[in-house]
């Protein structure tokens, strides 16, 4: 049932304000608040369109570039949970439907990762729910226009919004929209867009993935999925686009932001469907319903958590800002350090054969032919590739004399490659 004008503004306000808590919430708790959580806000910070946008805010506002790093992806997730809201309301469905689904994608992990750190899906998101929102109200050209901006921010996040308009258009009969947004591929090749790595391909949150979906997310979307079934054919376009979504998703895990946005309104559908069943037990069908609520808000706090404890620490902060005071030299570590290595203004460089040569004589022929001057090693590299014991280059590094301990502190230790020891 459609509420009145003066009820749709108090829950988009109620929604705004929940989305700037939850947002901020992971800042608020990071012991060290002035540090950027994760890995690719450090490359963002350096190159690309999300450093252009932050340098041009900076210089026409006069705020800092990590609290401009901080803002704007918050503001960008109460633009998102806005635009999500207004498309499912404009697409007719069911007003509890609408409002459920907004609540749960606000506490999605998903939502909460793309919105909580800086990243390029963030904008791509933002822009891909502005255009659609846009054809709902009949304003196509504006809507295409979204398609020529999103090249910007990725060719994986490009490719994507057309393929889903590839879809809209199919269904809604409307394929020149598609004609006409297939040369912005286009950009791809003339825009010098890197593509970033997944650093953690797990794709459920609550099994330690940090661009993955929530497990009660998915179950509960199973549920509205179907429910959805029982139509057969009816609802083929959705089908498609999870199909589509999940492919995606084996090139590159971070896809996996896209498809929340569609779970989270299935799990809403499972969950109403659920609490609408006869169940022969009203105690179980109720315990039910309480776990998988609970669960829901669970796996966003948890994930809330995470965050707020997520590299890099203090500790990392202060090896980075030393980085950018010593000579100029290449800079070994793994390959998940590579964007603070780069914050620092230094060259990164890895290989994986130098972690477990226990021959000085091989160590440094690599070193050698790849010009590494500096070797990063911190605690949690000790743990996951050495077990925590002295061995391979964790041995050389202790016991030779071509090495010298260049920084020390109580996480990360950087070592120099002597020349003549």
């Known amino acids: 049932m459609e509420k009145s004008r003066f009820t749709r503004s108090v829950v988009k306000l109620l929604l705004i304000i929940i989305t700037v808590w939850i947002l ?9 608040n002035l540090l950027l959580s994760g890995r690719e806000p450090y490359y963002h910070l350096q190159e690309g369109t ?22 704007v992806p918050v503001i960008l997730g109460v633009l998102c949970i806005l635009l999500f809201y207004e498309v499912l309301r404009k697409a007719k469905l069911n007003y509890g439907l609408v409002l459920l689904s907004s609540l749960i994608l606000i506490i999605s992990p998903s939502f909460i990762y793309l919105f909580g750190t800086l990243n390029a899906y963030a904008f791509t998101s933002v822009l891909f729910l502005l255009a659609f929102h846009l054809f709902l109200e009949k304003k196509e050209v504006l809507g295409l226009m979204m398609f020529y901006l999103i090249p910007f921010f990725g060719p994986i996040s490009a490719i994507i919004a ?7 258009s199919l269904k809604n009969k409307k394929f020149r929209l598609f004609l006409i947004a297939l040369p912005s591929l286009i950009m791809i090749y003339l825009l010098p867009t890197r593509i970033l790595p997944s650093y953690n391909n797990i794709i459920i949150s609550d099994f330690g993935g940090r661009y993955g979906l929530g497990i009660f997310i998915i179950l509960l979307s199973l549920f509205g999925l179907k429910y959805l079934w029982d139509k057969k054919y009816r609802h083929l376009l959705i089908y498609l686009i999870i199909l589509s979504l999940c492919a995606f998703s084996f090139f590159d895990v971070k896809a996996l932001a ?42 966003g706090l948890s994930y809330i958590n995470f965050l707020s404890q997520d590299l890099p620490n203090q500790e990392i902060l202060d090896m980075i800002e030393y980085l950018k005071t010593v000579p100029e030299g290449r800079v070994f570590s793994h390959g998940s350090r590579e964007p603070w290595i780069e914050y620092s203004g230094k060259t990164f460089v890895t290989d994986k054969n130098l972690f477990y040569t226990n021959k000085i004589d091989q160590a440094m022929a690599t070193i050698n032919s790849k010009k590494i001057r500096y070797l990063w090693i911190d605690s949690e590299m000790e743990t996951k590739i050495w077990g925590g014991e002295e061995q391979g280059l964790l041995f050389l590094l202790e016991y030779s004399k071509n090495f010298r301990k260049n920084k020390i502190n109580d996480y990360v230790t950087l070592w120099e490659v002597v020349e003549n020891p």
Request: proline letters at 2%; glycine letters at 4%.
């Open 24 to 32: 901020t919430w992971p800042y608020i708790r990071r012991p060290e």
């Open 50 to 71: 999300l450093s252009f946008i932050l340098s041009f805010l900076n210089h026409y506002t006069g705020v800092s570039i990590i609290l401009l790093a901080k803002a």
């Open 162 to 168: 057309l393929l889903l308009l590839l879809i809209y």
């Open 258 to 299: 896209f498809l929340n946005f569609i779970l989270v309104g299935l799990a809403a559908l499972g969950l109403i469907s659920l609490s609408k069943e006869e169940w022969k037990s009203v105690l179980i069908k109720q315990l039910t319903l309480l776990i998988m609520i609970y669960g829901l808000i669970f796996s």
